[in-house]
Structures are given as structure tokens and as C-alpha cells.
Nanobody, 122 residues
Framework: QVQLVESGGGLVQAGGSLRLACAASGRTFSSYAMGWFRQAPGKERELVAAITSGRSTNYADSVKGRFTIFRDNAKNTVYLQMNSLQPGDTAVYYC????????????????WGQGTQVTVSS
């Protein structure tokens, strides 16, 4: 069992930056692929970025060049650095985990955090 707790959301002006963090419980964090998803009102949950245990990464086209996902296995934490934020990035951001490999669909992930709100004002 893995428990995930997100932090770092908030309100920021367009062009600003935020760093989200997801702290995981358990001794096998390094074995998990981690993903950041987001869900805006009335829209489906979508993958923003993901990272494997070997630190290979995958990004949604809409965030490439602006967002960076990275992990610190010693701290059981995965981060999402978000730069040049736009109003379209406004959503609840969720951290998710699954064993070994990245997947792009939300249903492929076994464990989820409670979510953290990110609001970008214009």
C-alpha cells in the first residue's frame, strides 16, 4: 500500500511559477513510476507528466518546456516544477503511482493523492 500526499498548490498570476510536491509512504517508492495528473471543472483527468523509477520522463504537449518532473528517492518525494503558468493550467493536480512503467491513462495508476488546487489568474 502506498499513500500519497500532495502540497504546494495555490494562486499565482500568469507567468508565475509553482512547485508541487508529492510525499509517498512505504519503503519501495523507488520501484514506482509516478505521475502528475490534472483535472479542470467539466474536463477529464489528464496526464501532465510522469517519471519512471529510472527517471525517464514523459510530458503532455501542452506543458513541454514549461513543466519539469523530478524525484528524490531518498525523500520518497516527486516534484512538479511549473513555470510560465497560464490560466489554462488552472486545475486540481493529483499525484499517482503505479509499479515500474509509465502509463498515460489515469485508470492504469493504482494509488492517488487527494489533490491540490492550482489557480492561475490572468
Amino acid at each position: 500500500q502506498v499513500q500519497l500526499v500532495e502540497s504546494g498548490g495555490g494562486l499565482v498570476q500568469a507567468g508565475g511559477s509553482l512547485r508541487l510536491a508529492c510525499a509517498a509512504s512505504g519503503r519501495t517508492f523507488s520501484s514506482y513510476a509516478m505521475g502528475w495528473f490534472r483535472q479542470a471543472p467539466g474536463k477529464e483527468r489528464e496526464l501532465v507528466a510522469a517519471i519512471t523509477s529510472g527517471r525517464s520522463t514523459n510530458y503532455a504537449d501542452s506543458v513541454k518546456g514549461r513543466f519539469t518532473i523530478f524525484r528524490d528517492n531518498a525523500k520518497n518525494t516527486v516534484y512538479l516544477q511549473m513555470n510560465s503558468l497560464q490560466p489554462g493550467d488552472t486545475a486540481v493536480y493529483y499525484c499517482a503511482a503505479r509499479l515500474r512503467f509509465i502509463a498515460t491513462g489515469a485508470t492504469a495508476y493504482d494509488y492517488w493523492g487527494q489533490g491540490t488546487q492550482v489557480t492561475v489568474s490572468s
